[in-house]
């Protein structure tokens, strides 16, 4: 299983970023290997859609979780469609406290109610 997470530079020790479509980089842990790789986000320098088209490079990586400061409406349904599950990345300050975060099942999942967003 592999989890994302919105980075500022490479590595665990890296500050997480507070956006998600503009968004520096993405961490990408495989669970399963502990293998760590840091993606560039491409889409963060679109006018528009910026949201839609990071969720597209997430899925073409394998990412089946992304832990997020928040979503828009377009890349809530993107994540939707391309079936990646959501957790809200909380006040943690580094790539590595909200993977620790996240192995201890202290992050919530974001999901979609009546047309709302539930955090």
């Known amino acids: 299983m592999k989890i994302s997470i919105c ?3 490479e590595g665990l020790d890296s500050l997480v970023d507070e956006r998600f479509g503009r ?3 993405f961490t990408i842990i495989d669970l399963d290997t502990m293998a760590i790789k840091t993606i560039k ?3 963060k320098d679109q006018v528009s859609g910026a949201g839609g088209e990071a969720v597209k490079l997430l899925s073409k990586h394998s990412v089946d979780i992304a832990i997020v400061p928040h979503l828009g409406p377009k ?3 993107a994540m939707e469609a391309f079936e990646i599950k959501t957790f809200s990345q909380e006040d943690y300050k580094s790539v590595g406290e909200v993977l620790k975060a996240y192995q201890a ?3 919530k999942e974001i999901t979609k109610k009546k047309g709302l967003t539930r955090v």
């Open 23 to 25: 968004t520096e980089n």
């Open 75 to 77: 890349a809530e349904t």
């Open 7 to 9: 980075s500022k530079k």
């Open 41 to 43: 986000n491409n889409a």
């Open 105 to 107: 099942g202290k992050l």
